[in-house]
């Protein structure tokens, strides 16, 4: 008889997490529309710059010092007020665990990105989710009632990954003007390059964190700017809010590579600008023919349309399609991917209705 081994005692509340699944490939005449991805090849420029980077034996600088200079260019702060990471999702981790431990809340929408019950876990804090108004957006009025004494850290998303509806500089200011100072609220602004409507909040354009320092606006270059490969993300917010952040990160993990695409995008921001004009374009495509076909969906200002069902067979036809889609039990989500992708999306969306 064999008998299980004896494993290490993990915290029986990680333990009980399920495994990360990644979205599944698509086949070679398919297309992946299920992790948001940008579908456009690297940018030459960016291509030329991971090329002069060899020195793979060298450490990396450990504060990103030309890229956040770069960043602080571009926004009109000084450096300091810029903190990069590997990748957004480190972000919300560090801030999420500067802020909050056991016994503290941590209030966001649901539904939305799902990587943040297992940061907030993770943590050690309780996650207290509001949930969205109908429309798939952010019930602020909710959320601002949900604020206890014990809530540490708001998350707000916007767009809302996976509804893609925005919270309105309105909503915004007099959300911020609810919430105690002293409770830290993250602006998850991953998709904010993607935004047309005027009326969207832009914690960047309108450097919310200056009158409020308990706001830090997150951005990343993995939607966007098309390097998701590279994991690149960056904060902006006060200098002293950031240093609490960046005392729980793990030194040196933005690579010289990561930090070079980054500024080389930057340089040829025109060309950036210009592609995610196109899948703008695209994403107002979509949203039209699904209206077009009878389908109920929500406003998107990103890079991805949300179809609200709860059927199975919706997901399973455009698998069938060779689309790859990501399926949620109240709806299915579906990335602005290559040109061609456009037109069969739709297809298989009409033949459902
Ligand atoms: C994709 C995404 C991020 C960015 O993740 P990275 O770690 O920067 O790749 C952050 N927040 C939301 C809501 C996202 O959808």
Redesign the pocket.
């Known amino acids: 008889m064999t008998s299980e081994p004896i494993l290490p005692r993990i915290r029986p509340e990680i333990a009980a997490l399920p495994p990360y699944k990644q979205g599944r490939p698509a086949a070679a005449d398919g297309f992946k529309l299920s992790s948001?991805e940008n579908p456009f090849d690297p940018l030459p420029g960016v291509v030329e710059a991971l090329r002069a980077h060899t020195a793979l034996n060298r450490y990396p600088d450990a504060t990103a010092a030309r890229l956040r200079s770069a960043l602080g260019e571009k926004y009109g702060v000084d450096a300091d007020h810029v903190l990069v990471a590997?990748?957004?999702?480190?972000l919300?981790a560090a801030f999420l665990q500067a802020a909050a431990s056991t016994g503290d809340e941590v209030v966001y929408a649901w539904r939305?990105?799902e990587?943040y019950p297992g940061l907030v876990l993770v943590a050690g804090a309780t996650s207290v989710q509001v949930p969205c108004r109908a429309d798939g957006g952010h019930d602020l009025d909710a959320m601002a009632a949900a604020v206890t004494d014990r809530t540490r850290c708001i998350l707000l998303?916007t767009p809302n990954?996976p509804t893609g509806r925005v919270i309105t500089r309105t909503e915004f200011a007099a959300f911020v003007a609810r919430v105690p100072a002293d409770v830290l609220i993250l602006l998850?602004e991953?998709?904010a390059e993607f935004v047309t409507d005027a009326d969207a909040v832009d914690g960047l354009g309108e450097r919310v964190f200056e009158a409020h320092p308990n706001v830090v606006v997150?951005r990343?270059?993995?939607?966007a700017y098309g390097l998701?490969a590279l994991?690149?993300?960056y904060a902006i917010g006060h200098p002293r809010v950031l240093d609490g952040a960046r005392s729980t990160m793990i030194p040196l993990s933005v690579t010289a590579q990561a930090e070079a695409a980054g500024i080389a995008s930057l340089a040829h921001e025109d060309q950036v600008i210009a592609r995610v004009a196109a899948l703008v374009e695209r994403r107002e495509r979509l949203l039209a023919g699904l209206r077009a076909a009878g389908w109920d969906v929500p406003d998107s200002q990103a890079n991805f349309v949300w179809l609200p069902t709860s059927d199975p067979a919706v997901a399973e036809a455009f698998d069938a399609a060779g689309l790859v889609v990501r399926p949620f039990p109240d709806g299915v989500r579906i990335s602005v991917g290559e040109e061609e992708s456009i037109d069969r999306v739709l297809a298989v969306a009409r033949s459902l209705r």
């Not at 590997?86 to 480190?90: I, K, M, N, P, Y």
């Not at 990343?220 to 939607?223: D, L, N, Y």
């Open positions: 948001n590997a990748g957004s999702v480190s919300l939305s990105f990587a998303c990954n998850d991953a998709y997150l990343t270059f993995s939607k998701a994991r690149l993300g």
